[in-house]
């Protein structure tokens, strides 16, 4: 069973367009994560949400709007998409592990831009 | 300057050798420090994970941590070609309720050749 599961894993769109990400995790994790991957392999937050709530909003462009409907979903909305967009985008989730949450990553949507 | 440095590589090692991999940092309040896998186009996945300093071993692998001098590093014994991927070390505060915000380095490619 995968543990934290994201939908699609490839996204090719056209600048200007809307797209959604989706992510779910099994693993009955309270927080779950946003990271982007750029081109150089450099993974930087984006957002989390504990429960629900936002945490984390790590000065991301208002075009990107996540959502989580419930504490195993967290959905990923971008915006008037914009060739720098273009990127790999990881879901993750995270439960404690001697004190400190230990975060488990999806395999990650490539999202082109054109 | 980036909060943690990693040397990108590519290293080239043959198979059977001792693999040394490491992270500077310059925060001193990380206490928590992880390594991640990541194989091509699949997401990271936990390896290692360390609290504060001192040294931890797992089968070929251990990880070390010396926060006097802002260091950690990931040994690989006896590499094996599957152990060719991109190791992340990753780093945070371990602030907890969904505020735990891991730091990544840009990640070292690793090459175990035959």
């Known amino acids: 069973d995968t543990a934290v599961s994201q939908t699609p894993k490839y996204l090719v769109t056209q600048m200007g367009n809307d797209k959604s990400i989706k992510c779910e995790q099994n693993?009955?994790?309270?927080?779950m994560y946003w990271y982007k991957q750029d081109s150089k392999k450099f993974l930087k937050i984006m957002f989390s949400y504990n429960n629900k709530e936002l945490i984390i909003n790590e000065t991301v462009p208002n075009r990107f709007s996540p959502k989580s409907p419930d504490k195993a979903h967290l959905n990923l909305h971008i915006n008037s998409l914009e060739l720098g967009d273009s990127a790999v985008y990881f879901c993750?989730?995270?439960?404690?592990?001697?004190?400190?949450?230990?975060?488990?990553f999806g395999p990650g949507t490539r999202l082109t831009v054109l | 300057q980036k909060e943690v440095e990693q040397d990108p590589g590519p290293l080239s090692v043959p198979e059977g050798a001792i693999v040394s991999l490491n992270c500077t940092y310059s925060?001193?309040?990380?206490?928590?420090f992880m390594w991640y896998r990541q194989y091509s186009r699949k997401g990271p996945e936990l390896l290692m994970y360390t609290y504060s300093s001192g040294n931890k071993e797992d089968g070929r692998f251990t990880a070390q941590v010396d926060k006097s001098s802002k260091y950690i590093s990931l040994f690989i014994r006896d590499s094996q070609p599957s152990d060719s991927a991109t190791y992340l070390c990753?780093?945070?505060?371990?602030?907890?309720?969904?505020?735990?915000?891991?730091?990544f380095g840009t990640g070292t490619q690793l090459k175990v050749e035959l």
């Open positions: 993750a989730s995270s439960g404690r592990l001697a004190g400190a949450d230990t975060q488990y």
């Open positions: 990753a780093m945070s505060a371990g602030i907890t309720g969904g505020g735990n915000k891991l730091t």
């Open positions: 693993l009955g994790h309270d927080t």
């Open positions: 925060n001193s309040a990380f206490q928590y």
